[in-house]
C-alpha cells in the first residue's frame, strides 16, 4: 500500500454522500449524504484512495513521510460541485434587461424583440475566439473559487452551423485549457434566428448542425429550448429524436414557462434529464419518475426571474424523480456562477433539506452528466475532486448565504484554490 501524496484530516464534518454512484439517489436515498465526524481523507495521485474517520486512517498506516496533509478542523468536506446545467460561454452580458424587466417586460417579449437570447447571439459573433475563451476562463474561475469542479457547458448562442460549430470547438480547447472538467451539450436549438422560421431552422438543425456534430464527436448531450413561442413540442420530439439517432443523449428545457407537456415528452425519449421544469404537470412529474429521467432544477434561475414560482421539488423527490441542482449560468436568466446559491435557494424555496441539496448538488448532478462512475460523491477509487467549506456542519453550508464559504477546492488530487483569510 502506498502512502498517500495528500492527507486531508480532522474535518467536522465529511460528506461522503457514498452509495449513488449506480443509480441517481431518489426518495429518501437523497437525504442519506453518507456523513462522517472527524473525517479523514487519503488522496494518492488523482484519486481518492481511503475514507474513514482521521483515526482510522492514520491507523491504517496512509500517512508516510512524504505526504501533504490539510487540517480541515471546524470545516465540512464535501465533493466537489457537479453544475449540469450551463450556458456560461458567450460574449457581452445583459445588464440592458434590468430596467425592462423591472418595468414588467417579459423574458419572452424581450426576446421577441430581437433582444434576450439573440442579443447574446450577435455579441458573441462579434467576439473572436480568443476574447470569447478569456471571458469564458473568468466566470469558470469564479465557478472553480465556488466550489464547482466539473460543469456542463452548453453551446445555443452561435445558431448557424459555423457558429455552433466554433462553440462545441472552443469548450473542447477550455476543456483542455481549464483546471475544471466541462461536458459539452449542443443546442443549437435555442432560439430561432431572426427573420427565419422555426420549421426552416429546424431542418438546418436536423440536416445540417446535428450530422456535423455528432461527425465530429464535440457534443456529448443535446438540448433543445422546448417552450411554446420557442420550439414546440413537435419539434423538440424531431430534434431530440434525430440526435438520439445520432449517438447524442437527449435534455431538454422543459415546462418552464408554460405547462406545454415538456416533462411528458422527456420522459416518453428518455432523456436523461429535463431542466427547469416550473410547471411541469403531476403526469408529467410521474412519467418522469417511471423513465428514470433527473429533473435538473434551476432555483436562481426562477429567484431571476421574480415570479416567485419555483418547481415543485417536494412533489418531485416524493414521486421518486432524482433530483440535481444547477445554475443555469448565462447571462439572462441567470447571471450568476455560484452552486452555493444555488443551494441556499434550492432549501428555502424547493424546500429541499440541506443533505438533500447536497444530494442534488452532487452525485445526481454527476448523473445528469454521465459522470457518476467517477465524480460526484467521496469514495475509494473516486477523482479526488474535493471541497472544504468554511462551515461547521452541513446546516450551516445552505443557510449562510451571500458569501463564498469555499476555503480549499481540490481538483484530481491538487489544491487549485484556496482563499485566503486575513485574521485582522
Ligand atoms: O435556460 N431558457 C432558455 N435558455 C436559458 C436562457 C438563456 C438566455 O437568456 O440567454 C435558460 O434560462
Ligand atoms: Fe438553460
Redesign the pocket.
Known amino acids: 500500500m502506498p502512502y498517500a501524496d495528500l492527507f486531508i484530516h480532522s474535518a467536522s464534518y465529511l460528506a461522503t454522500v457514498r452509495g449513488h454512484s449506480g443509480a441517481p439517489a431518489r426518495g429518501t436515498e437523497m437525504a442519506e449524504v453518507g456523513m462522517i465526524e472527524d473525517g479523514a481523507l487519503a488522496i494518492v495521485g488523482d484519486k481518492i484512495a481511503a475514507v474513514g474517520t482521521t483515526a482510522e486512517l492514520e491507523q491504517a498506516g496512509w500517512v508516510g513521510p512524504g505526504t501533504v496533509r490539510l487540517n480541515a478542523s471546524g470545516k465540512l468536506v464535501a465533493p466537489g460541485f457537479v453544475d449540469p446545467?450551463t450556458?456560461v460561454l458567450?460574449g457581452g452580458s445583459?445588464e440592458n434587461e434590468l430596467p425592462l424587466k423591472l418595468a414588467g417586460v417579459p423574458?419572452l417579449e424581450i426576446?421577441k424583440q430581437g433582444g434576450?437570447?439573440l442579443s447574446?447571439v450577435r455579441a458573441t459573433a462579434a467576439a473572436d475566439d480568443e476574447a470569447l475563451k478569456e471571458q469564458t476562463k473568468k466566470r469558470l474561475q469564479t465557478m472553480l473559487s465556488l466550489g464547482t469542479t466539473t460543469a456542463e457547458v452548453k453551446s445555443?448562442?452561435g445558431l448557424t452551423p459555423d457558429q455552433e460549430l466554433r462553440a462545441l470547438r472552443l469548450i473542447a480547447e477550455l476543456n483542455e485549457e481549464s483546471v475544471l472538467d466541462l461536458v459539452p451539450t449542443f443546442m443549437g436549438a435555442?432560439a430561432v434566428p431572426s427573420g427565419m422560421s422555426e420549421e426552416d431552422f429546424t431542418e438546418l438543425v436536423i440536416r445540417q448542425m446535428l450530422p456535423q456534430v455528432a461527425e465530429q464527436g464535440i457534443a456529448e448531450f443535446c438540448d433543445v429550448?422546448c417552450?411554446p413561442g420557442?420550439f414546440s413540442l413537435e419539434t423538440s420530439e424531431r430534434i431530440l429524436t434525430r440526435a438520439k439517432e445520432l449517438g447524442l443523449k437527449p435534455k431538454i428545457?422543459a415546462d418552464?414557462l408554460e405547462a406545454a407537456g415538456g416533462a411528458e415528452l422527456a420522459a416518453r425519449l428518455r432523456a436523461v434529464s429535463a431542466?427547469?421544469l416550473l410547471q411541469a404537470s403531476d403526469r408529467g412529474i410521474e412519467e418522469m419518475a417511471e423513465a428514470g429521467v433527473i429533473a435538473v432544477l434551476?432555483p436562481a434561475?426562477s429567484f431571476n426571474l421574480a415570479k416567485n414560482t419555483y418547481a415543485r421539488a417536494r412533489e418531485m423527490v416524493a414521486a421518486g424523480v432524482p433530483v440535481a441542482l444547477a445554475t443555469?449560468s448565462?447571462?439572462?436568466?441567470?447571471p450568476t456562477e455560484s452552486m452555493p446559491l444555488v443551494l441556499t435557494l434550492g432549501c428555502l424555496y424547493l424546500k429541499l433539506s440541506p443533505a438533500e441539496a447536497l444530494t442534488a448538488a452532487t452525485i445526481n448532478a454527476a448523473h445528469a452528466l454521465g459522470r457518476a462512475e467517477r465524480i460526484g460523491s467521496l469514495e475509494a477509487g473516486k477523482q479526488a475532486d474535493i471541497l472544504m467549506l468554511d462551515a461547521p456542519n452541513l446546516n450551516y453550508l445552505p443557510y449562510h448565504f451571500g458569501n463564498n464559504p469555499v476555503a480549499t477546492v481540490v481538483k484530481k488530487g491538487k489544491v487549485v484554490y484556496s482563499a485566503e483569510y486575513r485574521s485582522q
Not at 448565462?330 to 441567470?334: D, I, L, Y
Request: glycine share 12%.
Open positions: 446545467h450556458h458567450y445583459r423574458y426576446l434576450g437570447i447574446t445555443g448562442y435555442h429550448f417552450e420557442v428545457h418552464e431542466d427547469h434551476l434561475t443555469d448565462n447571462p439572462g436568466s441567470s
